[in-house]
C-alpha cells in the first residue's frame, strides 16, 4: 500500500527521489508555495530500450536557485504528463521512477503564456540498482516511515539458516525471549502480521508461527507503534508485520538455501515463474533442531495456614520440526486490475521428552519424593487461503476486495510415567487436547486523492471465528489400557465470535511540512460460548469506537518529529481460552479461560528522527494506560497439595512509560554500526486470592531496560563479517520478575563470484554454558523461584544458490490481502 506522507519522506535524511517513494507515491506536497501563471509544460515518458511508455513516474518541477521542488505531477498510462498554470520563470524537471535512473532536464526557461512540449524523454533502466535490490540489498539498515520503523533483514548474517525468531531479536524495540514469545516495547500485547496478511496459527501462538517461517525469505520487519484507523483495532503496543522477499522479475528462477549446525538443520526450496500477465511461485522450507534444557524450581504455598515447600529438578529433551509450503498465484486481468491468490500451509512438529524428580516437605520433613518421565507433543497444521481483487483507476486511488479462508488444527497431549524412588513404574498419566480455530473473512478498501495532498480512505469487514477445543484424562496402571480419570472430567468449549467493523480515514499534508492523518474505527464482537456441549456462558457482546492521530513535522535538516495516539483492543487468544488443565507438570498446572473480555489501552507517543552526517538517529518517548488488563495469575491449588495453578484474568490495570534511542552509521564505506537504548517503567495493579481466602488487592511496579548492538564488516572479493549482541533485564510482573536474558553472535559470510550464491559459517553464545534465566513470583499465598537454564550455544554452516535467468520487468501490479489484527497471542 502506497505511504501518505510529507514531500521529502521516504528514507532518513528526506530527499525527493527515495528510490521507495517513487514507487509509492505520487507528488502529494511542496517543499515551497508554487507560483502561479498561465505557463504550461507537456512531454511523454518512454523505456529507452522498448520504447513503451512508463506509466505513473514522477515528474518534480524544480527551483534552480533552491534545488528544490515546486510543483510536480505523474505520467498516465500512455506515459503523457504536463503541468500547468506554471508562472514566468526559471525551472528543471526530474524525472523518476523504481527500475530507472533519475534523469534532470536542462534549465527550462517559461515566459508569460508559453506552452512547451519537452517531447520523448527516455528513462534508463538502472540495472546496476536492480541487481543490489534482488542480491545484496542497499537499504538503510533502519529506515523511518511515515507511521512506522522499518528494520531491512535482507543483509543480516547470521540469521542465515533460522527462522523469523532469529531476525524479530534483531529489530529495535522488540525483545525475543528465549521461548520465542515477542514483546514490543516490554508489552506482549500485539499482532504479527505476514505481508498484512494474519494467520489462524499466529493467533493460536506467535512463538510457533514465527518457527514455521523461515528467515532467509524475510526481506523487512516493519514495526508500527500507531496504527492508524485502517488497521484492526488489536495490538495494545502496535502491530509487527513481517514483510516476505517477492519476485517481481521476469522470468524463471529457483532458489536453494541450507544449513547444518550443532542445533539444527533447514532446507529451503522456491521457485518463481513469470511470462506475460501470469506469474507463479511456489516454495517449500522445513527445519529440524533440538535443544537440550534443565531446570529447578523451589516454591512455597500457604494452605489452610499450612506452609508447603515444593523442590524440583528437571531436565528435557526437545526435538522440534517445522514446515512451511506456499503456492502463490497472479494474474493481471487488465493493465489497472489485477487477481491474486496464496494457498499457505504450516506444520509443527514439537516433541519434548522431560525428566521430573520432585521432593514435597511440610516445615523441614520431607514427605515424599515422586518422580516422572513425561513425553509431551504439541502438533499443529494451518492453511490460509486468500483470494484478493484490486483496481487501481488512478495513483493513490483504488479499489480492493480481500477474501481469506483460515483453519489450525492444534494438539496439546502429553503422556507421563510414574516411578518410585527405585525407578520402577508405578502409574501412567496421559492427557489429549484436540483444537480447531477456523476463521471466514471478508473485506473491501477504497482510497482516493483528494487535491495533491489530501487522501481519504474507508473501508468495511466482517471476521466469522470458530473456535472448539476437547479434551479428557485417562489414568493406568503399570498393565492394561488407559481409563477414563474420574478425578478429571472430560470437558470441551465451543467459542464462536462474530466481529463486523467500518472505518474511515483522512491524511492532510500542508505547504509546511506538516502531515495530519486522523480517523476513527467502530467494531461491534459478538460472542456465542458453550461448554461441555450443554452450559452457555454469559459472555455479553461489545462495540469499540478506536480514534488514531498521527501529526509528523518535517524539519531543517531532514529531521522529522512525529506525535501519535490511539486506542488499542486486546481480545483473548486461544490458548488464552482453553479451559484444558494441562498438567503435563502437577507443580505448574496451566488452565484457560473462556469467559475473558478484551482489554482497552490508550497509547501516547512522541519521536525525533534525523540523519547527522552519515548517522541516523531516532529517539521517542512513549506511554500506555490500559484497563481490564488481561494478565497471567498464578494460584495455590485446591486439590494438589503444593501445587501452583496459572490462568488469565481481567483483574487490573496497567500504566507503562518509556523511551527509546537508535542509532545507525557508517563508520566508512563498508563498516557500518547499528544499536540502541531502551526501557520503561510499568506499574500493575489486580486481584488475587488473600490468606482468609478473599480477594485481596496487590500491585507491583519497576523498571527494565535493554540494549543491542550490531556491527558489518564488507571486505574484499565477497567476504563479509557481522557481529551482534543483545541484553534485557528481569521484567516486572504482577506478582514478580521474569528473568532477564542476553544473546551474542558472531558470522562470516562469502558470496560466489557470479554472485549467484553463497556460504557462511555463523555462531551464537559460543562462550559459557548458555543462558540462565531466574524467575520469581510472590504473592500472599505463594512463593517461587525458579531458574530456566538453556543450553543454546550453536555452530551453523550455510549454503544459498540460485539458478534461472532474471530480467527486469516495468511494473507490477499492487495486491491486496486480507489484515486480521484482532486477536492476542499467547502471554508468557
Known amino acids: 500500500m502506497a505511504q501518505f506522507g510529507p514531500p521529502g519522506g521516504g528514507p532518513p535524511g528526506g530527499g525527493f527521489g527515495g528510490q521507495d517513494e517513487k514507487k509509492k507515491k505520487e507528488f502529494t506536497g511542496v517543499a515551497e508555495e508554487a507560483p502561479k501563471g498561465n505557463g504550461k509544460i507537456s512531454g511523454m515518458l518512454i523505456d529507452s530500450t522498448s520504447g513503451k511508455p512508463v506509466e505513473f513516474a514522477t515528474i518534480a518541477l524544480i527551483n534552480p536557485a533552491t534545488n528544490k521542488p515546486i510543483d510536480g505531477t505523474t505520467s498516465d498510462e500512455k506515459g503523457k504528463f504536463s503541468l500547468t498554470k506554471l508562472a514566468p520563470g526559471q525551472y528543471r524537471l526530474q524525472y523518476s521512477f523504481i527500475g530507472y535512473k533519475n534523469t534532470d532536464s536542462k534549465t527550462i526557461t517559461i515566459a508569460k503564456g508559453t506552452e512547451l512540449n519537452v517531447g520523448k524523454v527516455q ?17 538503510p539498515m533502519i529506515e523511518e516511515k511515515v507511521d512506522r520503523l522499518v528494520y531491512n533483514a535482507d ?3 547470521t540469521t542465515k539458516g533460522g527462522d523469523a525468531t532469529d531476525v524479530l531479536k534483531r529489530v529495535p524495540m522488540l525483545s525475543v525471549d528465549l521461548d520465542g514469545n515477542v514483546s514490543l516495547r516490554g508489552s506482549q500485547n500485539i499482532r504479527v502480521l505476514i505481508n498484512n496478511k494474519p494467520s489462524t496459527i499466529v493467533a493460536s501462538s506467535v512463538a510457533d508461527a514465527l518457527k514455521q517461517l523461515p528467515a532467509d525469505m524475510i526481506k523487512s520487519v516493519e514495526v508500527i507503534t500507531s496504527p492508524s484507523a485502517k488497521y484492526d483495532a488489536e495490538g495494545a503496543a502496535g502491530i509487527i508485520n513481517i514483510v516476505t522477499k517477492k519476485n517481481t522479475l521476469h522470468g524463471l528462477t529457483l532458489n536453494v538455501d541450507a544449513g547444518a549446525g550443532i542445533r539444527g538443520s533447514n532446507l529451503g526450496l522456491n521457485g518463481s515463474f513469470r511470462q506475460g500477465k501470469l506469474g507463479i511461485s511456489l516454495g517449500g522450507f522445513g527445519r529440524a533442531f533440538y535443544n537440550r534444557a534443565s531446570s529447578s524450581l523451589d516454591q512455597t504455598t500457604l494452605i489452610g495456614g499450612v506452609t508447603m515447600r515444593t523442590s524440583q529438578q528437571a531436565t528435557a529433551f526437545d526435538k522440534p520440526l517445522f514446515g512451511q509450503y506456499t503456492l502463490g498465484l497472479d494474474y493481471d486481468l487488465a493493465k489497472n486490475q489485477s487477481l491474486t491468490a496464496n494457498i499457505r500451509y504450516g506444520t509443527r512438529n514439537f516433541v519434548q521428552e522431560q525428566n521430573q524428580l520432585t521432593s514435597t516437605y511440610f516445615g523441614d520433613s520431607l514427605q515424599g519424593k515422586t518422580n516422572r518421565d513425561v513425553d509431551r507433543k504439541d502438533l499443529s497444521n494451518s492453511v490460509d487461503i486468500n483470494l484478493d481483487y484490486i ?11 480481500s477474501t481469506q479462508y483460515s483453519r489450525t488444527g492444534l494438539v496439546n497431549n502429553f503422556y507421563a510415567d510414574l516411578l518410585n524412588n527405585g525407578g520402577e513404574l508405578t502409574a501412567r498419566q496421559r492427557n489429549l487436547n484436540n483444537n480447531t480455530n477456523q476463521e471466514i473473512t471478508l473485506q473491501t478498501d477504497y482510497q482516493t486523492p483528494i487535491r ?5 480512505e474507508f473501508g468495511a469487514k466482517a471476521i466469522m471465528r470458530q473456535v472448539d477445543s476437547r479434551y479428557q484424562y485417562q489414568v493406568g496402571g503399570t498393565t492394561g489400557d488407559l481409563v477414563f480419570d474420574p478425578t478429571n472430567p472430560s470437558g470441551s468449549l465451543n467459542y464462536s465470535q462474530n466481529i463486523g467493523a467500518g472505518y474511515v480515514s483522512y491524511t492532510y499534508v500542508t ?6 492523518k486522523v480517523g476513527t474505527r467502530y467494531e461491534h464482537t459478538g460472542i456465542t460460548a458453550t461448554s461441555n456441549e450443554t452450559t452457555s456462558l454469559a459472555i455479553p457482546s461489545y462495540s469499540n469506537l478506536v480514534p488514531s492521530i498521527n501529526v509528523s513535522k518535517s524539519l531543517k535538516g531532514g529531521a522529522t518529529v512525529k506525535a501519535a495516539y490511539n486506542r488499542r483492543i486486546q481480545r483473548p487468544g486461544l490458548q488464552q481460552l482453553n479451559p484444558n488443565p494441562n498438567a503435563a507438570n502437577p507443580q505448574n498446572i496451566s488452565v484457560g479461560n473462556p469467559t475473558l473480555r478484551p482489554e482497552l489501552t490508550d497509547n501516547v507517543e512522541l519521536s525525533i528522527s534525523s540523519t547527522i552526517r552519515k548517522t541516523y538517529l531516532n529517539a521517542a518517548l512513549f506511554g500506555r494506560l490500559t484497563n481490564n488488563a488481561l494478565t497471567q495469575i498464578r494460584l495455590p491449588s485446591d486439590t494438589l497439595a503444593g501445587s501452583i495453578i496459572t490462568t488469565f484474568q481481567n483483574i487490573g490495570v496497567q500504566r507503562t512509560f518509556g523511551a527509546n534511542l537508535f542509532f545507525n552509521t557508517n563508520l566508512t564505506s563498508k563498516w557500518s554500526i547499528n544499536g540502541g537504548l531502551d526501557g520503561y517503567y510499568v506499574y500493575m495493579q489486580g486481584m488475587t486470592a488473600g490468606v482468609d481466602g478473599r480477594s485481596q488487592q496487590i500491585s507491583n511496579q519497576g ?3 535493554g540494549g543491542r548492538l550490531m556491527s558489518q564488516w564488507t571486505l574484499n572479493k565477497g567476504w ?5 549482541g543483545f541484553y534485557r533485564s528481569p521484567q516486572p510482573q504482577l506478582q514478580g520478575t521474569m528473568g532477564g536474558m542476553y544473546l551474542y553472535s558472531l558470522g562470516v559470510k562469502k558470496d560466489f563470484a557470479n554472485k549467484r550464491g553463497s556460504i557462511g559459517l555463523a555462531a551464537e553464545n559460543f562462550l559459557g554454558n548458555g543462558v540462565a534465566m531466574r524467575t520469581t513470583l510472590d504473592s500472599p499465598l505463594l512463593s517461587q523461584t525458579s531458574v530456566m537454564n538453556l543450553y543454546n550455544q550453536n555452530v551453523k554452516v550455510t549454503f544459498s544458490y540460485r539458478i534461472g535467468k532474471m530480467t527486469f520487468e516495468e511494473k507490477r501490479k499492487k495486491s491486496k490481502s486480507v489484515n486480521n489484527d484482532d486477536v492476542k497471542g499467547d502471554v508468557n
Open 123 to 139: 528513462l534508463q533502466p538502472d540495472v546496476r540498482q536492480l541487481n543490489e535490490v534482488v542480491i545484496t540489498g542497499q537499504a
Open 155 to 157: 543483509k543480516d548474517v
Open 511 to 516: 505547504p509546511t511540512k506538516y502531515t495530519f
Open 720 to 724: 563479509g563479517i557481522q557481529g551482534f
Open 391 to 401: 483496481r487501481t483507476f488512478k495513483p493513490q486511488q483504488e479499489w480492493s476486495i
Open 452 to 456: 495533491k495532498n489530501q487522501l481519504l
Open 703 to 705: 523498571l527494565s531496560i
